[in-house]
């Protein structure tokens, strides 16, 4: 069964306290891993697309990671303006699920200042 | 601007009532996607679309039903049959399949 997890559920940190949040994935095949920002009562907006293990991408203060099991979110040094909802979603192929976006529960995250 | 744009914002439904949420993108996408999110859950899938006059079931698609007759427009039609509405509805686009989606502002649909 094609299956994505996020961990933890939440995370308070103080402003510029670096840490990472996780988005493990059990799929038949991996059509890529995308990790999306939600801020409350709106849409989630793209932050960045993976798609081999070993493949990094960064912007800001935000760095991706993609291993053939998992994929870290690393924030260095965070703003309270990064507190947000991160959403994992994996592309799926070679299951009923060919051709959607599995997506994790998410890790909301607090940046107190 | 292009972009994808969802109305209402807030929707109301009464007991016995279908009701439809817009979704309207000019990025020229030929995918789109109708998303449910409830509180502590991640985004699961209603309806699909990879084609104008095409669309698939997705996980949850029980009590709902879309079309997709113009390229630009995917509107959802939430049923009487769909015993428990209330929830933040999300309406996405992408250029094809397994592409970044581009997601709408939302809908959140109350029961009266």
């Known amino acids: 069964e094609d299956q994505v997890t996020q961990s933890p559920e939440a995370l308070r940190l103080q402003e510029g306290e670096s840490s990472s949040l996780n988005c493990s994935y059990t799929?038949?095949?991996?059509?890529?891993l995308f990790w999306y920002r939600q801020d409350p009562g709106k849409g989630p907006e793209f932050l960045f697309t993976?798609?081999?293990a070993g493949e990094e991408k960064e912007k800001e203060r935000l760095k991706a990671t993609l291993t053939k099991k998992e994929s870290f979110l690393h924030i260095t040094a965070p703003k309270p303006e990064d507190s947000a909802t991160y959403l994992c979603?994996?592309?799926?192929?070679?299951?009923?699920?060919?051709?959607?976006?599995?997506f994790g529960q998410g890790t909301t995250l607090q940046v107190k200042p | 601007d292009g972009g994808i744009t969802q109305s209402p914002k807030y929707l109301f439904r009464k007991e016995g009532q279908n009701v439809t949420l817009s979704c309207e993108q000019n990025?020229?996408?030929?995918?789109m996607y109708w998303y449910r999110q409830d509180p502590g859950q991640g985004l699961r899938l209603i309806y699909y679309?990879?084609?104008?006059?095409?669309?698939q079931k997705g996980d949850i698609a029980e009590g709902y039903s879309v079309s997709r007759e113009k390229k630009e427009s995917f509107p959802l039609t939430v049923t009487s049959a769909q015993k428990n509405p209330t929830a933040f509805y999300l309406c996405?686009?992408?250029?094809?399949?397994?592409?970044?989606?581009?997601f709408g502002s939302g809908t959140q649909l109350s029961v009266l």
């Open positions: 996405a686009s992408s250029i094809t399949v397994w592409e970044k989606l581009f």
């Open positions: 993976l798609y081999s």
């Open positions: 679309s990879q084609i104008v006059n095409d669309f």
């Open positions: 979603a994996v592309g799926v192929y070679g299951s009923s699920n060919t051709g959607k976006l599995i």
């Open positions: 799929v038949s095949g991996l059509r890529g």
């Open positions: 990025l020229n996408h030929d995918a």
